[in-house]
């Protein structure tokens, strides 16, 4: 496995590999989330690509992008055992030189829900992907369910702008007790830990609700109460997988999407309804 940090030592590299070649970009701190993007892609591809890169762009100043979880040796060496053949992992002025001023801008769809939040989340993250495909130059991007709404931007974009790659979405992991495996959980204290499955509870009462003929504000509101009261809930809804709009009636392709504050953390998690 190659662990290179220059645009041109990455290109040199990807350029070689065996296609299909198949990219899941991260930012680090790696669980075992990522790493079922990387055995699907292992399983799919002739060879695997990965980024690791805390990006800037994507944390307004707000934000924890100093104290992101950090853990390049420790991560590259999952990645290797997990069968990635060439890691980039650029610094932040590898990825923005003196001078960068172009982004991507995701329109309408960046703006709700977690866009709402995290008003300029989703350019930073449109951009950021668009420099790393154009590095890496996949055949197939392998992106995790958790981020339900950064899923739609990518593919929307992908689409939009006409890139010639494939998008596969990869069903979240979860620990024992519900709650999706992310990179943020370490920031949980032991009481915040405990309470932040029930925020999955809530998404799997509403899918229950409305798969029995209830109304969607009759089911959002009776899953409210299923929230822990440790949690600050953000918002909880059902929404087209595609456009990310919201829907009235539980049919496929669809999410069920939620996001809460457990003390100074905030979660997001998601059911896909597929069919
Ligand atoms: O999901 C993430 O970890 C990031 O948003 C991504 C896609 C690697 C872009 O920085």
């Known amino acids: 496995m190659h662990i290179v940090t220059s645009i041109p030592q990455a290109r040199a590299l990807f350029d070689v590999l065996p296609r299909p070649l198949g990219f899941v970009p991260t930012m680090g701190a790696l669980h075992d989330g990522h790493l079922a993007l990387v055995t699907r892609a292992r399983a799919e591809c002739g060879a695997v690509g990965a980024s690791i890169f805390v990006n800037p762009t994507q944390f307004a100043a707000n934000e924890d992008l100093d104290r992101y979880p950090r853990d390049l040796e420790g991560d590259c060496a999952k990645l290797a055992r997990a069968g990635v053949d060439v890691i980039f992992a650029p610094t932040p002025q590898t990825m923005y030189p003196e001078g960068f001023s172009t982004f991507v801008d995701v329109g309408a769809m960046g703006t709700t829900f977690e866009g709402a ?11 950021v992907v668009t420099k790393l495909l154009n590095i890496v130059r996949p055949d197939t991007l392998y992106l995790g369910q958790k981020d339900a709404q950064q899923t739609a931007v990518i593919r929307r974009m992908i ?46 009462a509403i ?7 209830r109304p969607k504000v009759d089911a959002i509101a009776a899953a409210r ?16 997988a595609d456009s990310f709009e919201p829907i009235e009636t539980l049919r496929p392709p669809a999410f069920v999407i939620g ?10 998690d998601n059911l896909w309804i597929d069919g």
């Not at 494939?166 to 979860?174: F, K, L, N, Q, S």
């Not at 899918?207 to 003929?213: D, E, Q, T, V, Y």
């Not at 109460?225 to 087209?240: G, H, I, K, T």
Request: glycine content about 6%.
């Open 225 to 240: 109460a299923r929230v822990s009261p440790l949690a600050q809930l953000e918002y909880l809804d059902v929404v087209d």
């Open 259 to 268: 996001a809460a504050r457990f003390g100074g953390t905030r979660l997001l």
């Open 117 to 127: 939040v995290r008003p300029t989340h989703f350019r930073g993250v449109a951009t």
């Open 159 to 204: 689409r939009d702008l006409d890139a010639p790659i494939g998008v596969t979405i990869v069903p979240t992991e979860r620990e024992s007790d519900g709650l999706a495996r992310s990179s943020r959980n370490v920031y949980l204290s032991p009481e915040e830990r405990a309470a932040a499955p029930s925020l999955h509870y809530a998404l799997q």
């Open 207 to 213: 899918r229950l609700a409305m798969a029995s003929g």
